[in-house]
């Protein structure tokens, strides 16, 4: 599995690869097990780092729960929700979905045990989607590491990409603010009190919120855009341009 050459399609851009059904560039042929073994530890780090980042954010500001009850770890065994991190990621590879998600078990925040409980619950909020942008970058300098090391660096390149692409979408979708992603819960404490109480109404239906925008295709609408925003300021960090990052990112979801 060579790594991708420089430059490989002269005309291919992010922006037009996900509004362009007839862009159908080469791809790398790529086995289930080859994908499996790229995406499983960019997927696991995302979710598990995520939640980490919540509880150890809480924990400097007045709340130990996590810590208790042993969350406060980079073992994935702590974090793994059987649907999130196994079934739904498994499935999306098994059928060629197009598109790699998942999330782990929430790690539990009590607010009473804030200092100042509406600020406090805003900053733990933030943390998941800002240390998924952290890891993002980290999965750039990877990438570039890959380019430096030639052939032998191949699989730094596709886990960079694929680390690149599920940290992205992870923090681009929780700062919707959409109670109870994380997003909802920063605005939720950047509201005044009664606006604040009554936004955090719409928590019990946020899911179904959610499960609407993304069959009606307006989720992707909202998404896309800031997802490849952020992919325009990451792929100079890796030195990949963006034809390459098109053509692996594709060869890995099986699209």
Do not use: C
């Not at 490989?8 to 851009?13: D, N, W």
């Not at 530890?41 to 042993?70: C, F, N």
């Amino acid at each position: 599995m060579p790594p991708p050459s420089k430059g490989a399609l002269s005309r291919a851009r992010m922006s037009g690869y996900f509004s362009a059904p007839w862009y159908n560039p080469p791809m790398f042929d790529l086995s289930l097990v080859q994908k499996i073994a790229v995406w499983i530890v960019p997927v696991l780090l995302a979710i598990t780092v995520h939640e980490v980042a919540h509880g150890w954010v809480a924990s400097k500001l007045g709340d130990r729960t996590a810590l208790m009850l042993g969350r406060l770890t980079l073992n994935p065994f702590r974090h793994v929700d059987p649907v999130g991190t196994i079934l739904i990621p498994g499935l999306l590879l098994l059928m060629q979905a197009g598109f790699i998600f998942g999330y782990a078990k929430p790690v539990p925040v009590d607010w009473r045990n804030l200092h100042h409980p509406k600020r406090d619950m805003a900053i733990v909020a933030a943390a998941g989607p800002l240390v998924n942008l952290l890891m993002a970058i980290g999965w750039a300098l990877l990438i570039r590491a890959g380019y430096l090391l030639g052939t032998t660096g191949a699989a730094l390149v596709f886990m960079g990409v694929a680390g690149i692409f599920i940290n992205t979408v992870l923090m681009t979708l929780n700062l919707l603010p959409l109670p109870p992603l994380d997003g909802g819960r920063v605005l939720t404490g950047l509201l005044p009190g009664r606006w604040a109480w009554y936004f955090s109404r719409i928590e019990p239906y946020g899911f179904f919120i959610l499960i609407g925008l993304m069959v009606t295709g307006i989720l992707g609408m909202i998404l896309w855009p800031l997802i490849n925003l952020v992919w325009s300021a990451l792929l100079p960090v890796s030195g990949m341009p963006a034809d390459d990052f098109q053509v692996v990112l594709l060869s890995l979801m099986g699209k």
